[in-house]
């Protein structure tokens, strides 16, 4: 959340104790949990932006230590964080990135940086095949906000490439469970590729590590700003702007008082 101190300095703050939060007013957090804003990034921006954009920037850096020239697939892109997801996967050298989603806009997420999509609305050997296609051309990380069954697909997709692919590692980075948890994982699945199953969150990663990403983030935002949706609206009103349907499920949540 994008708050000012007392002497007027912007920050963007992390992990307040209970019963402080960041929906108010006011708050109490300690201060080598707060961030500078940079001079360029408006409070909005930087409070709608830097939770889903945390996800990826740690996955990525932290967790994959994605290297510059490597391929990453992104399964959900549909909502915010993926979108984002693509933006700073390209950011960060990545030479190709594949977006994968309920219902993928092409326009718009080639205009964010993927160079290819692909549809999850399809039959299971349709969508495996497709996904294959990809693993055979060669993935170095999976960054997966969806697990559940879209996960158990791409992973028979990425079970059995062949001997002649048994040089390639895939670093699957797991992010989120909107689609379901837990997942059935076949030993044969491991057995039968160079797949390394991360995770990345809060305790895969650590808390300095988290403010160095969105630190990372902010700054890079500053230098050229990433495309993403804000919503803001009055702190009174969040209820309503976060219920089913509402405008923020597939946005950035920017509220103010």
């Given at each position: 959340?994008?708050?000012?101190?007392?002497d007027g300095t912007r920050v963007y703050f992390v992990l307040p104790r209970s019963p402080f939060g960041s929906f108010a007013?006011?708050?109490v957090t300690a201060r080598r949990t707060c961030l500078p804003l940079p001079d360029e990034l408006d409070d909005a921006t930087a409070a709608g932006t830097a939770n889903p954009a945390m996800s990826s920037w740690v996955a990525l850096k932290v967790r994959a230590r994605l290297a510059a020239g490597e391929t990453v697939l992104i399964l959900g892109v549909t909502g915010g964080a993926g979108q984002l997801a693509i933006q700073i996967a390209k950011r960060l050298g990545a030479r190709r990135v594949i977006a994968v989603?309920?219902?993928p806009q092409e326009a718009r997420l080639k205009e964010l940086g993927a160079d290819a999509l692909v549809s999850l609305n399809q039959d299971r050997a349709e969508l495996v095949s497709a996904l294959r296609e990809w693993a055979h051309l060669g993935v170095d990380v999976v960054l997966d906000y969806l697990w559940g069954q879209p996960a158990e697909i791409l992973l028979e997709a990425i079970a059995k490439r062949g001997l002649q692919h048994?040089?390639?590692r895939i670093r699957y980075v797991h992010i989120g469970s909107v689609a379901g948890d837990p997942i059935s994982l076949p030993g044969a699945t491991l057995r039968s590729s160079k797949?390394?199953?991360?995770?990345?969150g809060f305790g895969s990663a650590s808390v300095q590590?988290?403010?160095q990403s969105i630190a990372g983030f902010f700054q890079e935002s500053a230098r050229e700003p990433f495309q993403a949706a804000i919503v803001t609206a009055p702190l009174e009103d969040v209820e309503a702007v976060w219920k089913p349907g509402g405008t923020g499920r597939s946005r950035g949540v920017s509220a103010f008082n």
């Open positions: 959340m994008a708050w000012g101190l007392q007013e006011r708050s989603g309920r219902e048994a040089a390639s797949l390394e199953l991360l995770g990345s590590e988290m403010l």
